[in-house]
């Protein structure tokens, strides 16, 4: 359900550096008045009428689109070591091993024990907070919009000979550091059948295939709600699209494949201007029952609350003039949405054969490395402060102010601001659902670790460090 977000057609000129720049809307205008009459005012709307023909749009932007793809490449390397390390004992759902290992960066010279004994504005001051520890931007931010992973690409087209590829931009983030696709899919009223998806890629021409016998009708007609296509921002049927071809558009679990998540990101609706909004990774699912808050900031109370918004306005950037104009898909409260709501509240966390019944690990079961990690996640590591009860969550909200450790400024088109209050994630199955944080800046739970060892400072050592690991991929 969390889609991507597009803010009106782009003016994109490639420059002799080979890098683009972009002119869209500013946000709200600050003091109008001051403006002269050649200075774009700034506007909170996308543009609804037509300008350009779409196959100038479409050529114009498949020759940005290299540019684009290697901007993004550059940054991607220059932030993270992407090589393929796979774990040899520790999979995902089902055979996929986990990546290990720190993926983020040091500035030259420095090491994470030095990093983590100064203060945060020594930090800044030295310009040596790991860049994979800033916000990450869109694939191409100025642009924004969902983008989809390969590997869905593909069975969408094999399956139901629909074509969510966009012709300006590709995926960025290597397959190595997503979930397992598909992803299982578990349900809390029969864990006795396990993944009731059987590995399959669920569509809406098998959904019913799977599911009929196992939910009552109206939790099979959510699910059949939650698999069909609706008109989306860069997937519609008018000129202003980014597919080759008019799109039937997109459905919920296309980002949240079989009620887990296969990493397509976007970017936020409700943040203007263009370059402050944040990139936001598809998170899982699994356990809305056990949550309180919905969106990442938005702080939605309930999941049918959410689901209303999604079709109503993230779909479309929260601009409900270009919803009108590409095919909004007004669901009806009383049983469409309730419909979608009750199935997706019936989506469980994946089984933790070494956790008891309060959520914490049988002695009889666990490592001594996975014992020492739990007393380190409720002790020094502060992590049980937030990440509290049997599902690792208290339902709330928590500001880091991580914008303590560097100054703000532009990369790829998105401003290095403060994230603000982001709702406390449940860390049940957090092995299988990487990458982390909101925006999936963090690769592996070695990066996660690291980061809010600093960020809290909690000055934890490698042993702990290590350890912490062992005991978040028990969970």
Request: glycine share 6%; hydrophobic share 35%.
């Amino acid at each position: 359900m969390s889609h991507a977000r597009h803010w009106g057609r782009i003016a994109i000129a490639a420059v002799s550096t080979g890098i683009l720049t972009a002119s869209l809307w500013k946000g709200p205008a600050v003091n109008a008045q001051a403006t002269s009459p050649q200075t774009p005012v700034p506007n909170s709307y996308a543009p609804v009428d037509d300008k350009e023909s779409f196959q100038a749009v479409h050529d114009r932007m498949v020759a940005a689109k290299a540019a684009v793809q290697q901007r993004q490449l550059d940054l991607l390397n220059e932030r993270y070591d992407l090589s393929d390390r796979p774990s040899s004992t520790v999979t995902m759902d089902r055979t996929k091993p986990v990546q290990t290992g720190v993926r983020v960066k040091l500035p030259a010279g420095v090491t994470w024990d030095a990093l983590a004994s100064q203060t945060p504005e020594q930090i800044r001051e030295k310009g040596s907070f790991p860049k994979g520890f800033l916000p990450l931007p869109h694939a191409h931010h100025e642009e924004g919009g969902m983008v989809f992973p390969h590997a869905e690409l593909q069975e969408l087209l094999d399956k139901e000979q629909r074509d969510l590829t966009r012709f300006d931009l590709d995926f960025d983030i290597p397959e190595r550091f997503l979930a397992e696709f598909p992803a299982a899919t578990y349900l809390t009223t029969r864990p006795d059948l396990g993944d009731v998806s059987k590995g399959q890629l669920i569509t809406i021409n098998n959904y019913y295939e799977l599911f009929s016998g196992i939910l009552n009708p109206k939790q099979l007609e959510g699910l059949r709600l939650l698999v069909t296509p609706f008109p989306q921002q860069q997937f519609n049927q008018t000129t202003d699209r980014r597919s080759d071809k008019p799109s039937r558009g997109v459905a919920c679990l296309d980002c949240h494949t079989n009620g887990g998540t296969n990493g397509a990101f976007h970017e936020v609706g409700d943040i203007r201007p263009q370059e402050f909004r944040h990139r936001i990774e598809t998170p899982a699912l699994r356990g809305v029952n056990i949550q309180r808050l919905f969106g990442s900031q938005r702080a939605l109370k309930t999941v049918e609350d959410f689901t209303e918004f999604e079709q109503r306005a993230a779909y479309f950037d929260g601009d409900h003039v270009i919803a009108a104009k590409k095919g909004v898909n007004v669901l009806e409260r009383g049983s469409q949405v309730h419909f979608m709501a009750e199935f997706e509240e019936l989506l469980d966390f994946p089984p933790a054969p070494k956790l008891m019944w309060d959520g914490k690990l049988d002695p009889a079961k666990a490592t001594k490395e996975e014992l020492h990690g739990q007393d380190v996640f409720y002790g020094k590591g502060r992590c049980a402060e937030c990440h509290s009860g049997q599902y690792f969550t208290d339902n709330s909200m928590h500001d880091l102010h991580a914008e303590r450790f560097y100054t703000q400024h532009m990369e790829n088109g998105m401003m290095m601001a403060r994230d603000g209050a982001i709702k406390t994630f449940p860390l049940r199955g957090i092995k299988d659902t990487p990458p982390y944080l909101h925006d999936g800046r963090l690769l592996t739970l070695e990066d996660t670790v690291e980061y809010f060892n600093l960020v809290l400072g909690t000055k934890l050592t490698a042993q702990e460090k290590k350890d912490l690991v062992s005991y978040l991929q028990t969970l």
